[in-house]
């Protein structure tokens, strides 16, 4: 049978991965909410691409949704959506999250400073830090990728952002994207943690290949709330995901790697996250191996995400033994804008120098920014407006 | 006047013009791009390894995975964590049946360049300190075309308690010879990430190799005393960086 002709019932009797074999497929069909689903259950994969882009099937329609979708729907039909369709029907939903910014309302394009360091220098990243605050990022949050699985390191790191962020009072969220037990460990001390971070996948295996389970992210969500450091919102958790990470760890169970992102999001929006965003050139091009690929995978998972509730965002990015190159990322970048992403990354110069890829830079936000007519988060916004005034300030913090 | 590039080796405090970056920043992206490009192509020379191993009197094995050129093992990571037929023969006939503490991989992986840069000043420093510790140690394995995970199949072939890969990092813009380091307890084929170490970013401008090899070391002997690897590990005090940032030196 085609997949066109496929019910969308069939995918609540007929589970890709047992239930007995796999806690993520427990999660989503114990979720599942059969009255959120009723619009749509008599409809087939093709039925139900034409129902998404009818005009009459507006935001908030698809919103009330979401709670009826499993992953394995949203990835179904995005197969039969050509690039056109997943900017079309994504650009509709709006999802928006908070903790010290708004994150994702109309109108606005957030970025994530990711000032990262091969040997985690705080004053290389507090460098990077200064100038991508001044050039407009970090609204999202300030997220550094550690080198080292650290404790105390992280502990560190997090203290100095927050030292920033309190005097010079910037509204932003901080996040070091170590290991989720070892964030947790840091909090435990006493470090100021704001958003918890965890690479997440698709099925359970994928995710104990990353150690992590849900209970352990559900413990790690109770205690980041319970810190209660948001000021405009509760949103703690930070995820990031990609195509191809349940089948590199050999834990795919024969399910394409698409469909294995789309149930990664099913983990995801059980934590009311913050921020959410596929890394989606990152893992290489034995997962997506040129340009084309990793533009239509960028545009997959976006749509796939929204249409599950999630607040995504994109690391539009690639690595140097991939077939690609910037003009991609333009291109991707571009297009996801256009398709209203929550958020993009902010990497000095589009060079990770720790991670090893190539991702946006901060002058990639502010073009897209200018290019759509789009505006940071308003909080943020508003400290930008002054912020000019704050730069020789930071800038004495490094000598 | 302070200037952002003075304490980071990202792009930092770029030129530009309006919100676009000048055209100086865009050719040197690109040159660095091309540059990073080659050297993931770039081959390993197994034979003058062998020589410099030779030089200091360390015995080598050079092996293959089953990824028979660079293009099969860009797409195929699966063949790059197993060995070929001929180099598991080759282990088979040189393993010590009585095992060892340490078996240490050398992998091309992603950058050729790294491992010929840095593979071997890495050891220079870090082998006395196990022979120092009375660790037994498999002699030093070579391999073309892998995989981190090469090395749980090499370990356990050799029936070595700990494997530690040296391994070509992904080439980077600004880093394309970066080397990392897994260490990995009780290697098996199936282990999983989640059940190693890393130490990564070893290289001059990097992490600097006596750092390097005091880390791995450190780690290497918790995992002994604590008889694992993995998330359950995490590294001390030893993996702070040097410089306390100033902005919390003041209230």
């Not at chain 1, 689903?37 to 949704?65: C, E, K, M, Q, Y």
């Not at chain 1, 596929?278 to 690929?293: A, M, N, R, S």
């Not at chain 2, 890969?165 to 380091?181: N, T």
Request: glycine residues 8%; charged residues 20%; contains cysteine.
């Amino acid at each position: 049978m085609a997949l066109a002709d496929v019910p969308l019932a069939d995918f609540l009797s007929e589970p890709l991965i047992p239930y007995e074999q796999d806690e993520v497929t427990r999660l989503i069909f114990d979720t599942h909410d059969a009255e959120a689903f009723a619009p749509i259950r008599h409809l087939t994969v093709g039925d139900f691409r034409n129902w998404l882009l009818d005009s009459r099937t507006s935001g908030g329609v698809l919103a009330s949704l979401a709670p009826g979708l499993s992953p394995e729907m949203a990835a179904a039909v995005s197969k039969l959506m050509g690039l056109q369709d997943l900017i079309a029907v994504a650009s509709r939903i709006r999802v928006v999250t908070r903790f010290r910014t708004t994150v994702g309302l109309a109108g606005r394009l957030s970025a994530r400073l990711q000032p990262n360091h091969p040997t985690d220098d705080p004053q290389g990243i507090l460098a990077a830090v200064i100038d991508g605050l001044s050039l407009g990022s970090g609204d999202a949050v300030v997220g550094i990728n550690p080198a080292a699985d650290s404790v105390a390191g992280v502990e560190l790191l997090l203290r100095m952002l927050d030292r920033l962020r309190t005097r010079f009072r910037i509204p932003f969220q901080s996040c070091v994207l170590a290991h989720v037990t070892t964030q947790m460990e840091a909090l435990r001390r006493g470090a100021p943690v704001d958003l918890v971070f965890q690479s997440i996948a698709g099925t359970e295996a994928a995710n104990a290949s990353f150690g992590v389970n849900l209970a352990l992210l559900g413990e790690a969500w109770h205690v980041a709330r319970e810190l209660r450091r948001g000021t405009v919102g509760d949103n703690v958790m930070y995820f990031e995901t990609g195509q191809g990470s349940a089948l590199s760890a050999g834990a795919h169970h024969g399910v394409d790697q698409q469909t294995c992102e789309a149930r990664a999001y099913a983990v995801a929006r059980q934590f009311r996250p913050m921020l959410v965003n596929t890394v989606v050139g990152f893992i290489g091009p034995e997962y997506l191996y040129d340009g084309k690929q990793i533009i239509r995978a960028g545009l997959e998972d976006h749509f796939c995400g929204k249409l599950l509730g999630l607040p995504m965002g994109c690391d539009v990015c690639y690595t140097n033994h991939a077939e690609s190159d910037q003009d991609d990322m333009d291109a991707l970048l571009t297009l996801l804008g256009n398709a209203g992403v929550n958020y993009v990354m902010g990497v000095p110069g589009a060079d990770d120098v720790m991670l090893n890829y190539q991702s946006t830079s901060f002058h990639d936000a502010l073009y897209l920014r200018a290019l759509l007519g789009l505006r940071p988060a308003p909080e943020f916004e508003e400290w930008l407006a002054g912020a000019e005034r704050e730069l020789p300030g930071m800038m004495a913090l490094l000598t | 006047m302070t200037n952002l590039r003075d304490f980071t080796m990202a792009r930092v405090g770029l030129e530009r013009s309006g919100a676009a970056l000048a055209t100086r920043e865009v050719l040197a992206f690109r040159m660095a791009h091309a540059m990073a490009r080659d050297a993931v192509h770039y081959p390993m020379d197994t034979a003058s390894l062998q020589v410099e191993c030779a030089a200091r009197g360390l015995p080598s094995l050079a092996l293959h995975s089953m990824a028979v050129d660079r293009l099969t093992y860009l797409r195929r990571p699966d063949l790059g964590r197993k060995l070929d037929e001929w180099s598991r023969e080759a282990l088979r006939a040189h393993g010590d049946s009585a095992g060892c503490d340490l078996a240490i991989v050398v992998v091309d992986g992603l950058s050729a360049l790294a491992v010929h840069r840095h593979a071997l000043a890495v050891l220079d420093l870090l082998l006395p300190q196990f022979a120092n510790a009375g660790w037994s140690r498999a002699e030093l394995l070579l391999v073309e075309q892998g995989r981190v995970a090469i090395g749980d199949e090499i370990g356990n072939l050799l029936r070595a308690t700990l494997v530690l890969v040296l391994i070509g990092e992904r080439p980077g813009l600004s880093s394309p010879d970066s080397l990392g380091a897994y260490l990995t307890w009780n290697p098996a084929p199936g282990r999983t990430d989640a059940e190693r170490n890393c130490i990564s970013n070893i290289r001059t401008d990097g992490l600097g190799y006596r750092e390097a090899a005091d880390r791995i070391f450190a780690l290497a002997s918790e995992a002994r005393r604590r008889q694992l690897t993995g998330v359950a590990l995490k590294e001390g005090r030893a993996a702070l960086p040097g410089t306390q940032p100033k902005v919390l030196d003041t209230p």
